[in-house]
């Protein structure tokens, strides 16, 4: 008598079609999970250099350095960080844009001198939604 041992194709085919079906639910939460850790990184970024523009101003009762924002722009990896000042060095605006390469591309933040936080672009990929008047998007 001789016994056969292993897996028929049914039971191969039904192990496959399960895990077919996590990863087409897993895969794309992973990512929209990474993209929200990326996100962070423009914000913190923005809000640490609001602190440091507001050091700046104390003490030299201006934003501007000459034509340029007081405070040496971060460099980041998934963002591009620009400064922009007005009124003769009275206020300033800082903007955090995704690079084109990264995951999150679409994204703008900007914050100001009041410390008004704004999301002005959104990735592609997130849908159409409006933006809201002084928050950032993260999630």
Not at 74 to 100: D, E, I, M, R, W
Request: charged content about 10%; overall charge neutral; aromatic content about 10%.
């Amino acid at each position: 008598m001789r016994s056969n041992s292993g897996f028929t194709l049914v039971e191969l085919m039904v192990v496959m079609a399960i895990v077919a079906i996590l990863s087409a639910v897993a895969i794309p939460a992973y990512t929209r999970y990474v993209q929200r850790g990326d996100l962070v990184e423009g914000t913190q970024a923005l809000a640490q250099y609001r602190v440091q523009m507001e050091q700046y101003y104390q003490d030299n009762r201006n934003y501007a350095n000459g034509q340029a924002c007081g405070v040496v722009l971060p460099v980041l990896v998934n963002f591009t960080v620009t400064c922009a000042t007005a009124n003769n060095g009275q206020t300033y605006t800082g903007t955090a844009t995704a690079k084109a390469i990264s995951p999150i591309n679409g994204f703008i933040y900007t914050i100001d001198q009041s410390n008004n936080q704004q999301t002005t672009g959104i990735a592609a990929s997130w849908g159409a939604m409006v933006l809201p008047a002084n928050s950032w998007i993260v999630r």
